[in-house]
């Protein structure tokens, strides 16, 4: 998974959770405020009832109704303030009602401390408390006193317009922060990874960027390295084990060969002269298996720079055509050329040339008479790319991953009639991956393969 794909789907759960939160905050905000208002209002209007009960209606009988109508009117003013008080009595006659109490319908006493919504004519709602009294007297008495709930609808109506407008924006402005935090936070883990795609076995020596932080990525840098390291311990003893196991072979191939070249001559009868001739051919084999692990295993090495030198990779490959073209003649191919001089690489010319020999030598090896041979050199980019196509036997999809492996070969039976140790292409792959290039190939059976090889360029002079 890619780290965009992870800073994404990060962000989209970030993003999810926060709105998740951020709308049970305005709802439970929104809820808790219209409580604690209309808790209020109500708590309100009830006292404004306890102090008519208190004030007015405890000395009811001496004063008279007409009395404590004229009192509530004068202290309360209902009318002026958009208020409703009704005082019933408990015979069910009304002592007083303010007029706003004409704008909807009162009828049906409420039961005490009980609060409840009207809706008035205009539209308008009107919250109205109610309680039952009981003077000292022994009277029992019901009052209602109601205040506009518009004070509240406005508060409310404004919160939600704040809600609505600013948490989006908050929201986007913390995903969006989040967002980048994250692109911040992943920065290091893109470069690990860059740097890591960069490490292959010929660059074991580099090492990952450390961010010197003491966090995890730093861990996790710190982790890769050490893995880097094992790995070129490991890589370098295998190296070394090849050095100095086809070193240790020349020396008795070189006398072994000497001693069967010396006896040749005079041997006899002709039977055993045939069998030395024979074991010589072997030992030539062998030895020259012997010398191409050596030089896999120097390239490895990195010894390859010694020879290094400036030349034309196109006039490199036609010559090289040119000279196998006899080989190719004889075997009913044909080989075409198609490379412009000038395109310039720095090498090693005798190792590029082995490249161009091997690639030329399957292609005429693995192509059945009347088949052709295309031979391209051109340059494309800072590239130099030298490609090898035929029309021959091809290689099976199964086997394609593997060509390049030491002592890999397709199958025995279809290699039978052809020498070969399966190294071929090892060295083609160590040659060019020690000129800081690669090979690869692509091929489909029975219709040919085309080997591609691409090198870096020489710098211009
Ligand atoms: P060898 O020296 O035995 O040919 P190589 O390493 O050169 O070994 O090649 C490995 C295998 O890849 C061979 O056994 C052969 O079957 C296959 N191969 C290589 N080049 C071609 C080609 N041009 N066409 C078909 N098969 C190929």
Same mark, same amino acid.
């Given at each position: ?14 993003? +999810? ?42 000395? %009811? ?12 009117? *004068?202290?309360?003013?209902?009318? /002026? ?53 009981? #003077?000292?007297? +022994?009277? #029992?008495?019901?009052?209602? #006193?109601?205040?506009?709930?518009? &004070?509240?609808?406005?508060?409310? !109506? ?29 920065? &290091? ?36 390295? !050490? ?10 003893? /295998? ?17 072994? !060969?000497?001693?069967?070249? #010396? ?11 045939? !069998?030395?001739?024979? %074991? ?47 080989? *190719?003649?004889?075997? +009913? ?19 590029? $040339?082995?490249?161009?020999? /091997? ?5 005429? $090896?693995?192509? &059945? ?11 494309? +980019? ?5 490609? @090898? ?11 394609? &991953? ?36 690669? @090979? ?22």
């Amino acid at each position: 998974m890619n780290t965009r794909s992870v800073r994404f789907r990060l962000t989209a759960w970030y993003a +999810g959770l926060l709105a998740a939160v951020f709308v049970l905050f305005s709802v439970s905000t929104y809820q808790l405020l219209q409580h604690y208002l209309q808790h209020s209002l109500a708590d309100l209007l009830l006292r404004r009832t306890d102090q008519i009960a208190v004030s007015l209606l405890a000395n %009811a009988e001496k004063t008279g109704d007409a009395y404590v109508a004229d009192e509530i009117k *004068a202290r309360y003013a209902p009318e /002026n303030y958009d208020r409703f008080i009704r005082v019933t009595r408990g015979d069910g006659g009304v002592i007083y009602a303010s007029g706003r109490a004409a704008d909807f319908d009162p009828t049906g006493l409420p039961p005490s401390d009980h609060t409840r919504v009207a809706r008035l004519a205009d539209g308008s709602k009107l919250l109205v408390a109610a309680r039952t009294y009981q #003077s000292p007297g +022994g009277r #029992s008495y019901i009052l209602e #006193s109601g205040g506009p709930m518009q &004070p509240i609808e406005i508060t409310l !109506r404004r919160l939600l317009l704040l809600l609505v407008l600013g948490v989006p924006l908050v929201a986007g402005i913390a995903i969006l922060g989040g967002y980048f935090l994250l692109r911040r936070a992943l920065g &290091p883990v893109v470069r690990i990874a860059q740097s890591a795609e960069q490490i292959t076995l010929h660059n074991l020596n580099e090492r990952l960027p450390l961010t010197d932080t003491g966090d995890e990525l730093e861990q996790l840098s710190l982790a890769l390295n !050490r893995m880097i390291d094992r790995l070129r311990e490991a890589f370098e003893q /295998n190296r070394r084990f090849l050095a100095d196991a086809s070193h240790e072979l020349r020396t008795p191939l070189t006398a072994l !060969r000497g001693e069967l070249e #010396s006896v040749l001559p005079d041997a006899q009868p002709a039977p055993v002269r045939d !069998r030395i001739g024979s %074991a010589l051919e072997e030992v030539d084999r062998l030895a020259k298996i012997v010398e191409t692990l050596f030089a896999i295993s120097r390239l490895e090495a990195g010894e390859a720079q010694r020879e290094w030198a400036r030349f034309d990779l196109a006039q490199l490959a036609t010559g090289t055509a040119e000279q196998m073209a006899l080989l *190719a003649d004889d075997k +009913g191919v044909a080989v075409e050329c198609d490379a412009a001089p000038g395109v310039n690489v720095e090498g090693d010319q005798a190792r590029i $040339k082995q490249v161009v020999v /091997n690639l030329l030598d399957n292609a005429i $090896k693995y192509t &059945p008479a009347g088949g052709s041979i295309r031979l391209r050199v051109h340059a494309l +980019g800072q590239k130099a790319v030298m490609e @090898v196509i035929d029309t021959g036997i091809g290689i099976p999809a199964t086997a394609l &991953p593997h060509v390049f492996e030491r002592f890999f070969r397709v199958d025995e039976a279809r290699s039978r009639q052809v020498d070969g140790a399966g190294l071929g292409l090892a060295i083609v792959k160590s040659i060019c991956a020690a000129h800081g290039g690669l @090979v690869e190939v692509d091929s489909a059976e029975q219709r040919g393969s085309r080997f591609r090889v691409e090198l870096p360029l020489a710098q211009k002079v």
